[in-house]
């Protein structure tokens, strides 16, 4: 079976679109190089993160962020990579945008975008919450797109293994802390926890602005990490996937979680607004 190769990038994400957008390009022409099918950038690379990299969407330079992310098309495009843009999706002046991941293909076409659902408290401030989970096959690997508090709710991941996911590309931003916490633990034991719990690979990426909890990784579906970047330094991981397990690893969970009839996936207030509803829609 041919490998899907993915790459996936972790930068100091900051409120200047320009720049962000620019460590972007240079890690769409690492991948390309490397030969990677597809970039997978974190939680709101290009956009920067409102409540952390910015106070709020007051005054945000929405037409710079559809002029870089043209260009970043533009540039999947000539490289014939796939690219997993992580941003902020406007609505309308008066209706909180999305924070989510576009799923741009190799024509340069945004095919689908995945909108966070499990919105932190602090995300409710700024951000509509998504209702849609987004799978894609590539190269006969059905990947699963999720962003950061997703990682919380079993029943999300519960939920993907039910729509068929095998690797889940799950974007993060755990940057700019003020010191250790919890959350330099949580998350490499959440995540290889709900790969086990599922039977999937995951690859988990995040901002490398300092002070960042842990540094983007590999999980495999016996519990353990794969590889690991090092933290607070930009730079690039790639894996091959299907995977194998690790040395010694086996596969321990024969009855998966069911997904509960009626289930809420999202956490926050989602709209109705017509450019969530379109999911090819423009930023």
């Known amino acids: 079976m041919k490998k899907l190769r993915v790459a996936s990038c972790q930068f100091a994400v900051s409120e200047d679109i320009a720049r962000n957008a620019e460590h972007i ?11 990677a099918e597809i970039l997978h950038t974190c939680e709101a690379s ?9 106070q709020s969407f007051r005054g945000y330079e929405w037409g710079l962020l559809r002029k870089e992310t043209s260009r970043l098309r533009g ?16 609505l309308d002046r008066k209706t909180k945008p999305t924070n989510c991941l576009y799923l741009i293909d190799p024509s340069g076409a945004i095919l689908d975008r995945y909108d966070k659902c499990m919105c932190t408290k602090g995300d409710q401030k700024h951000y509509s919450a998504g209702r849609r989970l987004v799978t894609w096959s590539l190269k006969g690997v059905t990947i699963g797109l999720a962003i950061c508090y997703d990682i919380c709710y ?27 916490n919890c959350l330099d633990v949580l998350t490499v034991r959440q ?14 990426n995040n901002s490398s602005h300092s002070y960042s909890h842990w540094a983007s990784f590999v999980a ?23 995977d194998g397990l690790s040395e010694g690893g086996w596969i321990h969970n024969f009855i998966p979680m069911k ?10 207030t989602a709209s109705e607004h017509p450019r969530q509803l379109d999911t090819h829609a423009e930023p």
């Not at 290009?46 to 910015?54: H, I, K, P, T, V």
């Not at 995540?191 to 988990?204: E, F, G």
């Open 25 to 35: 390009r240079g890690y769409m022409e690492k991948a390309s190089a490397a030969g």
């Open 154 to 180: 079993p029943q999300l991941y519960a939920a993907y293994r039910e729509k068929g996911a095998k690797l889940m590309l799950h974007s993060f931003y755990n940057a700019r802390g003020k010191g250790r």
């Open 220 to 242: 495999r579906p016996d519990a353990t990490i794969a590889r690991q970047l090092k933290m607070n330094q930009a730079g690039m991981l790639i894996h091959d996937f299907p």
């Open 191 to 204: 995540v290889p926890t709900r790969c086990a719990d599922n039977l999937m690979w995951a690859v988990a």
């Open 46 to 54: 290009l956009s920067g993160y409102a409540g952390s990299d910015f």
């Open 259 to 268: 997904v509960a009839e009626n289930e809420s996936l999202h956490f926050g």
């Open 75 to 90: 540039l999947a495009k000539e490289l014939g990579i796939w690219l997993v843009l992580g941003s902020a999706h406007f």
